[in-house]
């Protein structure tokens, strides 16, 4: 999916290439995992509900949801799940199971446990470095002639005019390469193309 850019996103929103809107967020923890998925190559999709049941008897769900191969499960990270009481927690879990969605469940271990961590955030930082198209182009066209290779290589075949570095990590967060990120960010880390 390709995000709107009519929609202007709130501050405390989550802007990826795999959202179609903005994702509400509280920050903090739940922001690094939603970087993470968007850097996550499983992650092909990633969605948000607010609200669901009926006028009525509205349901107040406040979820991220992830479609990977297997399907849509929602975010369930254990230190940000929401004090509900026990109706409000019986509606939440009928109205997640009436939608087919199993639990992505994280630990705040898991979001945090490194080299992941910091790899995603340093890769992230990049996301708005401009990349020109002839960079673009000449960049997925060495992926898709070559294949996976290290950072370092792609960088040695298309050295310019711009960094190659900055360009490829920038291309990693518009979902238009994979780059490992269970691994430091290195010379040889490995790089992919999306395609």
């Not at 009519?6 to 739940?30: L, M, N, Q």
């Not at 927690?89 to 080299?115: Q, S, V």
């Not at 020109?132 to 290589?153: F, I, K, T, V």
């Amino acid at each position: 999916m390709r995000f709107d850019h009519r929609i202007r996103p709130r501050s405390a929103d989550f802007v990826s290439p795999k959202a179609s809107r903005p994702i509400p967020h509280a920050g903090g923890i739940v922001r690094d995992a939603l970087l993470q998925a968007t850097l996550d190559p499983e992650i092909l999709e990633i969605g948000f509900l607010g609200t669901a049941g009926t006028e009525a008897r509205p349901v107040d769900l406040q979820v991220v949801t992830f479609r990977t191969n297997a399907g849509w499960r929602y975010l369930d990270i254990e230190v940000c799940r929401p004090l509900r009481s026990l109706g409000e927690a019986d509606a939440f879990d009928r109205e997640l199971r009436a939608r087919g969605l199993a639990p992505y469940t994280l630990t705040g271990a898991d979001i945090l446990k490194e080299p992941r961590f910091s790899t995603a955030r340093a890769i992230w930082t990049y996301r708005r470095f401009s990349v020109p198209p002839d960079m673009r182009h000449r960049l997925l066209a060495a992926l898709a002639e070559d294949g996976p290779m290290s950072l370092h290589h792609l960088c040695t075949l298309v050295p310019g005019p711009l960094d190659p570095f900055a360009s490829v990590l920038s291309l990693a967060c518009r979902n238009e390469v994979e780059i490992d990120i269970s691994t430091p960010l290195s010379r040889s880390t490995t790089v992919r193309s999306r395609s």
